[in-house]
């Protein structure tokens, strides 16, 4: 079993329209997660944080964390076609007396016109 | 602040070659990470520092690749002898582990090319 599991995609969606990415984790120790963007042939940029069970929304962004089920989502309202990129979930762990991230293989976001 | 800077951005060398990479962390980063990344392995971290002493090299592939830090503006990642599997887009990031701070950076990247 990996330790971050994506759907590789690529999830086509169209503009306008609710994109919602998943994210499953085997660390039962994790408690910190992220989501980083990519865009094509650029560099990964953290995008959300989220530390607790519930809901965290910025902007058109919502990031969903059930910890029990180890699962961790993020859903992007009003997509544009600026959304269409790599999204990689990035569970800490928590034993880790430092900063140690593990990033999942990501899903590739493409949103239609 | 000029982010993350790495050098250089673009690498193409013959298998057996040695390979420099260099990363200038973000003035007053603690944490440095360098990241290699293929489409098959995904992102993979290779080796991390801490206030310039390594903290985990647990994901550097082998003895071929070295890692260092000699101070707290500057690493390199050597690779010696370069092989055509180890080309792939390696990244430096770095970060602070001031309080309300959680963010990884990343610099642009080398693209390395081993024929």
């Known amino acids: 079993q990996k330790e971050v599991e994506q759907n590789s995609g690529p999830l086509s969606v169209p503009e306008g329209a609710i994109a919602s990415l998943n994210c499953t984790y085997s660390d039962r120790g994790s408690q910190s997660f992220f989501w980083y963007r990519q865009y094509s042939g650029k560099s990964p940029e953290l995008i959300m944080s989220i530390y607790s069970n519930g809901d965290k929304e910025d902007g058109r962004f919502t990031a969903q964390l059930n910890k029990a089920s180890q699962y961790v989502s993020l859903l992007i309202r009003d997509s544009q076609p600026s959304d269409s990129a790599t999204y990689l979930c990035a569970p800490r762990r928590a034993y880790s007396s430092a900063s140690k991230i593990i990033f999942g293989s990501g899903t590739r976001l493409s949103i239609r016109p | 602040d000029a982010g993350v800077i790495q050098s250089p951005r673009h690498e193409v060398t013959e298998m057996g070659q040695e390979v420099t990479l260099r990363c200038k962390p973000i003035?007053?980063?603690?944490?440095l990470f360098w990241y290699r990344q293929t489409m098959m392995r995904g992102l993979e971290l290779l080796i991390y520092?801490?206030?310039?002493?390594?903290?985990?090299d647990s994901g550097m592939p082998e003895d071929r690749f070295s890692a260092k830090m000699p101070n707290a503006s500057f690493s390199t990642l050597k690779i010696q002898p370069s092989e055509p599997r180890d080309s792939a887009v390696y990244f430096c990031?770095?970060?602070?582990?001031?309080?309300?701070?959680?963010?990884?950076?990343f610099g642009p990247g080398t693209r390395l090319t081993v024929t």
């Open positions: 990031a770095s970060r602070s582990s001031g309080q309300g701070s959680d963010e990884q950076y």
């Open positions: 520092f801490n206030n310039n002493v390594p903290i985990d």
């Open positions: 003035s007053g980063h603690d944490y």
